[in-house]
């Protein structure tokens, strides 16, 4: 079953972007996704149900943990940029809001404070770049304004995974509410 949402979200999702990044796109995927907002709810408010210990994985899609590994096969990747991404304390604070699903248990705040982290997590990821757009437009040969795009960009496909792969009840280790039993 959690198969089977995870696969119509993705397809809403993919079917929305083919549409456009339209109000009536947003609001079908809203439609979708809230079900399983509302499973969650249900979940959240069951009377043996307790949240997990909180857990990292710092940047979901093993973007860490390949960070990581090409910074200790690499050594001038890791001089330039050390061994975990410059935006792994983004990520950590975005699975803080991912792990307890929101304060709120109901199914339409919840949805918006999903939709709130993503957000967040874009704009922490396009900050970053502030800190370090000389040292990479130096290293890079790159104006400071194309560091910025780079980061834009970078935010931009982080965003879009998350609001892909990110949904509550799909089975998946890094869902929305994921600190709780899956739905």
Same mark, same amino acid.
């Given at each position: ?7 119509v979200f993705i397809l809403g999702n993919v079917l929305a972007a ?82 307890? =699903?929101?304060? $709120?248990?109901?199914?339409? +705040?919840?949805?918006? #404070?999903?939709? @709130? %982290?993503?957000? &967040? ?19 890079? =040969?790159?104006? $400071?304004?194309?560091?910025? +795009?780079?980061?834009? #960009?970078?935010? @931009? %496909?982080?965003? &879009? ?23």
């Open positions: 079953m959690a198969h089977h949402r995870l696969a083919c549409v456009s990044a339209s109000e009536e796109a947003d609001s079908f995927n809203k439609r979708i996704e809230l079900r399983a907002h509302v499973e969650l709810e249900a979940l959240r408010s069951a009377p043996d149900v307790e949240l997990a210990a909180f857990t990292t994985d710092g940047c979901s899609g093993w973007q860490s943990q390949a960070w990581s590994f090409v910074a200790e096969n690499i050594p001038t990747f890791e001089r330039a940029h050390q061994n975990l991404p410059p935006w792994e304390a983004c990520c950590v604070i975005h699975d803080r809001a991912y792990h307890s =699903g929101g304060v $709120e248990p109901l199914a339409e +705040v919840s949805f918006e #404070a999903r939709l @709130e %982290a993503d957000e &967040a997590l874009r704009t922490c990821v396009v900050d970053t770049a502030s800190n370090r757009k000389q040292q990479l437009s130096e290293l890079y =040969g790159m104006s $400071e304004a194309q560091v910025s +795009v780079a980061y834009r #960009a970078i935010a @931009e %496909a982080m965003f &879009a995974a998350v609001r892909l792969g990110g949904a509550p009840c799909t089975g998946l280790p890094w869902r929305w509410g994921y600190g709780y039993p899956d739905c």
